[in-house]
């Protein structure tokens, strides 16, 4: 059966895109390389049609597809099984942009636009694309769709799903949906393009996008500050609400360990005020009005915070490049963690108001349980979301603390979240990391809603199966 399912695929994409064996090593392992699996063939579509034919042939055979943008993701959800006995699909291939509406303010690109290349398009076209993560030089728009994609601009902008207005999606018999009309109103039934978006590829293949675009603001100010504690960093954010307003687009707290481990690994970065600070808060504001009426607004709220001792010290950008190197030391957090040894990741959210108690009870047991572990905890506070990794302790064996531990860190972590009111994943997803935790922290009727949304949309189970449930 396979052997004429792999002709069939040569067909429709032609020879050179139909991978096999060797040929397929970089889409089967995972960015962390934690996940090694194997792939009946790879298949690289290069149109709509294409991916719609493919999931024709594939769905007549019995065989089950895995979607791939970039291969970015960090729950294990876009790598096959080791069966060797699916098909992945990946879309990177598919990179046209197809059209920029000035007037509407839209962008409509193929799902395997790289992230960055958006942003460059859109930046040309004289607007703004918000959507700014570490691995936007090789994560893709479908990707970033399929997994609802974060970043840093969330608090202004909101997740990938805010700045989407249509989507092409290939359904799991190989139907064409095109939902690509860009109304920002259409109340004419169920929201079909809010299902599909985070659906991580289970309800069916996202193949173009249309994206909003923004005014581009005329300054951009970044500051970072020193703060004592997790509850002055709470604070500062409602104050930094109070006097900025909608003008606040990035709110991001780092934690010594943290910065300590970029530190090490990257001391050209220098960064600031870390050996000091319990805790470091990097803030963004964009200005519609002029660059002096955003230093203005800055210097008054980093006054304000200093005279309510929520800020021991701050320093305010002077121009791009000294911003560009603050933003580069929060996203070399992760390489660093990467650099010091595998580590256990955690993605969670939580109500703002919350994430002060949670750090404490969560710090206090995860210390009584690995004596000498590194707590490293930073992310996207202005949006309640927070990546509490764990680390070996220091001069331990990374592997040895993963296989160990992984599971009871996770235990105390997703524990502690559901005792706080939050989420066992903030942005990252479900893939199959995550996936047997889900029913322990996920209602049983949401539960058996997505269960059977899953099976009237793919009722064969052949969209990346074994993820999300």
Not at 62 to 87: A, C, H, K, R
Not at 104 to 114: L, R, Y
Not at 156 to 174: H, K, M, P, Q, S
Not at 257 to 286: G, I, K, N, T
Request: with cysteine.
């Amino acid at each position: 059966m396979q052997t004429p399912l792999i002709a069939a695929l040569q067909r429709i994409v032609g020879e050179a895109h139909v991978l096999l064996g060797d040929a397929t090593a970089q889409y089967v392992t995972d960015w962390r390389q934690r996940t090694h699996g194997q792939a009946l063939c790879v298949v690289r579509p290069g149109s709509t049609e294409e991916v719609s034919q493919v999931v024709k042939v594939c769905a007549q055979a019995g065989v089950s597809i895995v979607p791939q943008g970039g291969n970015t993701g960090l729950v294990e959800g876009s790598i096959p099984q080791d069966t060797g006995q699916q098909v992945l699909l990946s879309l990177r291939r598919m990179q046209a942009v197809r059209a920029i509406d000035a007037h509407n303010m839209t962008i409509t690109v193929d799902a395997g636009v790289v992230l960055q290349s958006l942003q460059k398009q859109v930046d040309e076209a004289g607007f703004l694309f918000p959507l700014s993560l570490g691995a936007e030089g090789s994560c893709t728009i479908g990707g970033n769709l399929a997994t609802n994609a974060g970043g840093t601009q969330v608090v202004r902008y909101g997740n990938t799903r805010d700045l989407c207005l249509g989507l092409e999606v290939v359904t799991a018999d190989g139907q064409v949906w095109e939902g690509l009309q860009g109304l920002r109103k259409d109340n004419t039934g169920y929201d079909l393009r809010n299902l599909f978006i985070g659906s991580e590829g289970t309800l069916g293949i996202i193949t173009a996008a249309t994206m909003r675009m923004y005014p581009k603001p005329a300054a951009q100010l970044t500051a970072w500050t020193a703060v004592p504690t997790l509850e002055a960093a709470s604070a500062l954010l409602a104050l930094a609400h109070q006097h900025l307003a909608s003008a606040l687009t990035g709110f991001e707290v780092m934690n010594q360990q943290a910065l300590a481990l970029v530190d090490s690994h990257y001391p050209h970065l220098r960064v600031p005020m870390w050996q000091d600070s319990p805790f470091c808060v990097l803030l963004e504001a964009s200005d519609s009005e002029s660059e002096s009426h955003a230093r203005t607004l800055f210097e008054r709220l980093l006054e304000e915070a200093m005279e309510q001792e929520m800020v021991a010290d701050a320093i305010i950008a002077e121009n791009l490049k000294q911003a560009h190197d603050l933003w580069h030391i929060r996203e070399s957090i992760t390489l660093a963690q990467a650099a010091e040894g595998v580590n256990v990741k955690h993605d969670i959210s939580l109500p703002v108001s919350r994430i002060p108690a949670f750090v404490e009870e969560t710090d206090e047991a995860l210390r009584a349980l690995v004596p000498g572990i590194r707590l490293v905890n930073f992310g996207h506070l202005g949006d309640g979301n927070l990546h509490y990794n764990t680390q070996a302790p220091e001069g331990g064996d990374a592997a040895a603390f993963v296989a160990q531990f992984e599971g009871a860190i996770g235990d105390v972590v997703y524990q502690a979240v559901l005792r706080h009111g939050g989420s066992i994943s903030a942005e990252h997803g479900i893939g199959t990391l995550k996936r047997d935790k889900l029913p322990h922290y996920k209602s049983p009727v949401a539960l058996q809603l997505m269960h059977r949304i899953k099976a009237a949309l793919d009722p064969d189970n052949l969209l990346n199966p074994g993820r999300v449930l």
